[in-house]
């Protein structure tokens, strides 16, 4: 894949189950708040050694809060060397909104 791909809830919560890793980019209070269970917070603090330490080939999907500031992280991350790059459309609130149950706090 040379470029992201932005996809929806659904297609996002299939990649998960089938391994695919969740960068949620919020703020860290945000995160601390809720987040798509199994999330990594990922932070300009963090970022070097996330990239460092990850499996480029596994399928990353990034998360925002409302999936703009996702597309760019996303378009980074391909520059980067990662294979798979998705953006969450609709960020966390859409994911909060429709899977409240697929949350985790703190």
């Not at 970022?47 to 499996?55: G, K, N, T, W, Y």
């Not at 391909?78 to 149950?101: C, H, K, N």
Request: aromatic residues 10%.
């Amino acid at each position: 894949m040379d470029t992201y791909q932005c996809i929806n809830a659904q297609q996002a919560e299939q990649l998960i189950a089938d391994g695919a890793v969740v960068a949620d980019i919020r703020d860290p209070q945000s995160y601390q708040q809720s987040h798509i269970t199994d999330a990594i917070h990922l932070s300009n603090d963090t970022l070097q050694e996330f990239i460092r330490e990850a499996d480029l080939d596994k399928p990353l999907i990034v998360c925002c809060y409302h999936g703009f500031s996702s597309q760019n992280a996303a378009h980074f991350l391909i520059q980067q060397g990662f294979d798979e790059v998705y953006s969450l459309d609709g960020g966390f609130e859409m994911w909060q909104a429709t899977r409240p149950d697929q949350c985790s706090n703190g």
